[in-house]
């Protein structure tokens, strides 16, 4: 759902626009001045007396599930530049306004983020972080947030506020800490107290930076920091330094695809005094005149916007009302304003309705063909304005009562954590593997069904929050890591164990090897000798291995990998501990060539065969066919990822069902083929709509049974 915070385009109210100084600290009325100002710190410094803070240091990631919406669909998070760990944090209770969607928000500061939310304190911790991007930003911290824009989005916006204890007093001079945003590529420079970003599309009403030296100008209040460091004062005392802009936001027009968001927080002239943002409800969303309501800029936050229901299911033929709910910055409701709606999908229609003294207006329209609606609303008080609060929200056609389901979360880690939220807690063991690369990951999904365990995702270096969040859910006795220190590190096994109740020293444990075809091999030791089968696949690409986890799940029985040309030493020997009754390879002759289905004929006194289909899309149907029709579920899951196949692999095993493979836009003939042989009661689509596309999913409502 998206929920993107209103704007007023009118504006920062910034007052006259002062020009930027281009002053430098070599002149003795200059280093004078910089002797006051260390002067002035330390007497504010000493004068302080902070106390315990909420705020904790975050991982690049955390700040990124804490400050995007769902819709945004996250694929990764790093530090482009972090003088200090110290510097970004996660905020978790009401600070100012924030979080203004979910939970939580992220918060960068060019000091101590533990100092931030603690009011009567001097902010200024100096990290020594050393200009990255000219000759005076200092103590910079640039966060970057990977996106996958999905088909219907045409519009990126974030909400903020700038808080800074720069302000007033050093406003006009050298010290112009600034906070940028931008799309793609990050190329903001500083000269002096000159900032020159062509790329950020977070600025006020003059066009420039959110800085000391522009918003500073009637943009920002000690009473706006109130709860803060940044609120004006220390102890009560006569101190006036510290202030925070109202709540704002910025937009700008995205395409569908791969894309990153910087964000970048820096001090200038100095590393003394922080300034620090505050940021949430990063949205990716939808509007049907992008040039108008998702021009680029920082506007003042005036309205919200509330569609309803978020989600549902309704039957073809029927309709379908939207309730939008408009309310002021305070919460309270404001009527007699036009709401323009637009429906995408499945579905394209659009409607306009007026708001009523109690801040509500209805929407309604016809499902005529299955599939899934994307529903926008746009709060528009004059024609010709752009819209001051929109929202999306979503819904889904069938037919017969029978509708194309989804478990999906904003990325691969999300997806993950919402399958694993199918279980109940205190399962027997849960399975961890890498989200980034897949070869030590693949084992994961057969020895989730073979357990009837989840599998939750991780990044090498550190635990995403959504999978901590399911974790502390699902409570797990043991959990077991796939891979080794490479793709899961020990710093990740030791946080693991903080979730795992058997309290024993096998709580958390790895399965490993030297690469990917001993970490497989490990895998298979831990089945019983005697198997059914034993899945033989290509180590040098994942489709064919994941295609098969499902059904192999099912069985009771491994995957192992080979490479094209020969079978390695760990493989053949895990098959000689599986004793398997036969061997299944899994792709055709360029993926494991027929030297190695003849080598595997000494490891099994039954018969080896081969199971292939034309390409990726082929060999899963194949692998399908071994279900006879009337399944319980089928599956589909993208072919060009291998994250969301191997996680559902336990729950097609549990609900009873394949999983076959689609291209994001279009479904496959194979695919097609297979779906109408195996009429199956439910379909279920494992990830979101960049996985797969909403026009994929209407396609597959034509293929229940």
Not at 556 to 582: G, K, M, N, Q
Request: hydrophobic content about 40%.
């Amino acid at each position: 759902m998206m929920h993107n915070r209103p704007r007023l385009r009118a504006g920062l109210a910034l007052g006259s626009a002062a020009p930027l100084l281009l002053l430098t600290l070599a002149t003795p009325g200059a280093q004078a001045a910089e002797d006051s100002r260390q002067a002035h710190h330390a007497e504010q410094k000493a004068a302080s007396t902070p106390g315990p803070s909420a705020i904790g240091t975050s991982s690049a990631s955390d700040l990124a599930a804490a400050l995007a919406s769902a819709s945004a669909n996250v694929q990764g998070a790093n530090f482009a530049s972090q003088p200090d760990p110290v510097s970004a944090g996660v905020g978790d209770s009401a600070l100012t306004g924030f979080p203004t969607n979910g939970d939580t928000f992220a918060i960068l500061s060019t000091g101590e983020v533990t100092a931030v939310d603690q009011p009567g304190t001097f902010a200024s911790t100096g990290l020594g972080g050393a200009p990255v991007r000219g000759n005076t930003d200092r103590d910079v911290t640039i966060l970057t947030v990977d996106l996958a824009v999905p088909a219907e989005a045409n519009c990126l916006t974030f909400d903020f506020r700038f808080l800074s204890e720069e302000f007033p007093r050093y406003v006009n001079t050298a010290y112009n800490d600034a906070f940028i945003a931008e799309l793609d590529n990050s190329t903001w420079t500083t000269a002096g107290s000159t900032i020159t970003a062509p790329d950020n599309f977070a600025f006020d009403a003059d066009g420039q930076v959110v800085s000391i030296n522009s918003t500073g100008l009637g943009g920002m209040t000690p009473e706006v920091g109130a709860g803060t460091a940044f609120d004006g004062g220390i102890d009560g005392g006569n101190n006036t330094d510290g202030a925070a802009t109202t709540l704002l936001s910025a937009s700008t027009a995205v395409t569908p695809g791969e894309h990153t968001v910087y964000f970048s927080l820096f001090d200038q002239g100095d590393t003394a005094l922080d300034s620090a943002v505050f940021l949430d409800n990063l949205v990716v969303g939808y509007t049907p005149d992008p040039e108008t309501d998702c021009a680029p800029g920082a506007v003042i936050v005036t309205h919200d916007l509330d569609l309803s229901p978020d989600s549902g299911a309704g039957e073809v033929g029927t309709d379908h009302t939207v309730t939008a709910l408009l309310t002021d910055d305070v919460g309270d409701p404001v009527g007699d304003t036009t709401i323009e709606f637009a429906v995408t999908g499945a579905h394209s229609t659009t409607g306009t309705a007026t708001t009523d003294a109690a801040g509500n207006a209805t929407f309604a329209y016809s499902g005529t063909t299955a599939g899934s609606d994307t529903i926008s609303g746009c709060a528009r008080p004059e024609a010709g304005e752009p819209c001051t609060a929109t929202d999306t929200v979503s819904f889904t056609w069938g037919v017969d009562g029978q509708v194309v389901e989804r478990i999906h979360g904003p990325d691969r880690y999300g997806t993950a954590a919402a399958i694993s939220a199918t279980w109940a807690p205190g399962p027997e063991v849960a399975y961890v593997a890498s989200g980034v690369n897949y070869p030590d990951a693949m084992p994961a999904g057969a020895l989730g069904g073979l357990n009837d365990a989840p599998v939750l995702l991780t990044r090498p270096d550190g635990l995403p929050a959504v999978t901590q969040g399911e974790l502390e859910r699902l409570q797990p006795e043991r959990i077991v890591v796939l891979g080794g220190n490479q793709a899961v590190s020990d710093d990740v096994v030791t946080h693991l164990a903080d979730y795992a109740q058997a309290d024993t020293d096998d709580e958390v444990s790895r399965i490993a090897g030297s690469d990917r075809y001993d970490t497989a091999a490990e895998a298979a030791l831990t089945y019983p000798s005697g198997v059914l089968v034993a899945y033989v696949a290509t180590g040098g690409d994942f489709p064919d291995a994941l295609a098969a986890a499902s059904r192999a799940g099912a069985l009771d029985s491994p995957v192992l990998l080979t490479r094209t040309d020969h079978l390695p030493a760990a493989t053949a020997a895990a098959l000689e501990h599986l004793d398997a009754v036969e061997i299944v390879v899994l792709g055709g002759t360029e993926a494991v060539d027929d030297t190695v289905l003849a080598a595997l004929e000494d490891h099994t006194d039954g018969a080896v065969s081969r199971v292939a289909g034309s390409d990726r899309y082929g060999t899963a149907a194949a692998i399908s066919q071994d279900y006879a029709p009337g399944v319980n579920a089928v599956f589909v899951a993208t072919g060009e990822v291998y994250a969301d196949s191997m996680t559902g692999a336990p729950i097609s095993v549990a609900i009873g069902g394949p999983i076959v493979l689609t291209q994001p836009d279009n479904l496959p003939a194979t695919t097609i083929t297979e779906l109408e042989r195996l009429d199956p009661e439910r379909i279920i689509v494992l990830g979101g709509t960049v996985a797969v596309s909403t026009e994929v999913e209407s396609a597959l409502a034509a293929y229940f049974g």
